[in-house]
């Protein structure tokens, strides 16, 4: 584990930082978790899994769900941060810049943390179980996508 998460804090250091920028390395920097780097976005990738681990665990499914019962802000927040995915692509290959790439990672893992902290999602109402179990998995699946674009590990344990 320390082998990936030290790689991947290293690669998503340097690319975070717009290509005509100069940059100085800063090795505890990089793996500082509360500094929102790759470490703490694989952490937010890690504990996805663990979610929808623990809930197939417990005989929860989410293949039928109502996306409209998402209502409170961080689920909000959340989706409207997933909507830009392509965007984020888009702009980044545009503009030959990845850092814009790492920084919509950043953004992602926190408004997934965000959203973890003040919502329940397994024990959760049943009416609402299913739909934030749903989002908990698309929030996997970009995360893990957005860190492959970076070279960097998607970690399903952390």
């Known amino acids: 584990m320390a082998e990936f998460v030290s790689i991947g804090a290293v690669r998503y250091d340097i690319v975070r930082v717009s290509p005509e920028k100069a940059t100085t390395f800063d090795w505890a920097e990089a793996v500082d978790f509360e500094k929102?780097?790759?470490?703490f976005i694989q952490y937010?990738?890690?504990?996805?899994?663990?979610i929808i681990k623990n809930a197939?665990?417990?005989?929860?499914?989410?293949?039928?769900?109502?996306?409209?019962v998402l209502l409170e802000d961080q689920e909000t927040a959340l989706i409207k941060r997933l909507a830009?995915?392509?965007?984020?692509?888009?702009?980044?290959?545009?503009?030959?810049k990845p850092n814009l790439i790492a920084i919509y990672a950043?953004?992602?893992?926190?408004?997934f943390n965000q959203f973890y902290r003040y919502v329940p999602v397994i024990s959760a109402e049943p009416e609402?179980?299913?739909?934030?179990?749903?989002?908990?998995?698309c929030s996997r699946i970009v995360l893990a996508n957005t860190l492959d674009m970076l070279g960097i590990v998607a970690p399903e344990t952390m």
């Open 56 to 68: 197939k665990d417990e005989g929860i499914t989410f293949e039928e769900f109502d996306a409209g």
């Open 106 to 111: 950043r953004e992602l893992a926190d408004a």
């Open 84 to 96: 830009g995915f392509e965007n984020a692509i888009d702009k980044a290959a545009r503009e030959l």
């Open 128 to 137: 609402f179980r299913a739909a934030r179990l749903a989002l908990v998995d």
């Open 44 to 50: 937010a990738h890690a504990r996805a899994c663990s």
């Open 36 to 39: 929102q780097g790759a470490p």
